[in-house]
């Protein structure tokens, strides 16, 4: 179609080109109105998923005592969680900052349930219903409680070949995963829906109306629900009464009570990119040039990172909004499709390596 992929030549990217060039999802029926990003990314939100998914949920315990969840989908057909055959690649996905699991997150999971993965989508602190057991909430890009999901997941099925997928802001998260953990993030391939790269420029821009305040409605509400335990480490009044998401993330992790911090300061341990550079995981970035959320693609998109690191892969697409890139037919979404190609394509090329070097498989 109209895609480009930005990316440091290699092997791995001629194998990409290959196979997303083959792809019929980079080349099916697109959205009627294509000039319209607001109400691509609408109608995505408004859609729910068919069929309705069956979450199985897992609390994991961390070493503070604090809990996430892990809500396995089992398909629309009652299966055990986490089920699958014993080999069958795990794919986390990961929802946007606010926690918010949107209709399109669980079509994706439904998608690659059907392909044979393992979905299984992880939920932070105190997020999508997940207990608040200490008065501590995860910071923007503070992969401490992902690090221990991860561990786990590779505990319980050591065969397997772990996937991430990241949605809109969420991608944060899994960007200063892979960049802290470097070549042991225990990852075969990752991917990021719409990512948010530049995460203190964004929330200092902030974003229309039309989006930040639902967003902005949506924290409050799930934060009102811990207000006791909160109020010890934070002024409550003051952030229920934020008027954007920048006062909001500041009251909540830089004005705290026992341990206060600078706006500079926070980010300098939070930006998503800062450690960028020690990623060894294929990362492909799905994004929209007419992103009205991640802003204009020239302040937004880290391009010399995609020229520069053999890691990093951007599949830049003129029109698809937020996370929306819909079409016409089933599916609805061509990027869910374009995603899994993505995993099923670093799957062929990691075992033609391997065949050509006469690697062992790990076990």
Known sequence: GHCRLLCKPSALAQHLVRSLGRSAALRGGRWLWPCWPQLQMLWQLLQLPEPEP???????????????????????????????????????????????????????????????????????????????????????????????????????????????????????????????????????????????????????????????????????????????ALAEVVDMDKLLGSRSLRELEETLFCRTRSRPTSWESYWERNEPLRDADEAAVPVLCLCSADDPVRGPPAQSLPRELFRSSPYFFLLLTPHGGHCGFPRRGPGRCWAHEAVLEYFKAIAEFLRTEERRKGLPRPR
């Open 54 to 228: 069956v979450v199985a949920r897992e609390l994991l315990q961390l070493p503070d005592a604090g809990l996430v969840a892990l809500d396995w989908l089992v398909g629309p057909w009652g299966a055990a969680g986490g089920g699958g055959w014993i080999s069958s690649p795990v794919l986390l996905l990961i929802p946007n900052a606010a926690g918010k699991v949107t209709a399109g997150l669980l079509q994706l999971g439904l998608r690659a349930l059907e392909r044979g993965f393992i979905p299984v989508i992880f939920n932070r602190r105190g997020h999508n219903g997940c207990p608040l057991t200490t008065p501590r909430l995860q910071p923007f890009g503070d992969p401490g409680d992902l690090r221990e999901a991860v561990t786990y997941l590779r505990c319980r099925h050591p065969s397997a070949s772990l996937l991430a997928v990241s949605e809109g802001s969420g991608s944060g998260l899994l960007l200063a995963y892979l960049g802290e953990s470097g070549s042991s993030s225990r990852l075969a391939a990752a991917a990021c829906l719409s990512p948010i790269f530049r995460a203190r420029d964004w929330f200092e821009a902030g974003m229309p109306w039309l989006y930040e305040w639902p967003l902005l409605l949506h924290l409050k509400q799930g934060l009102s629900r811990y207000a006791g």
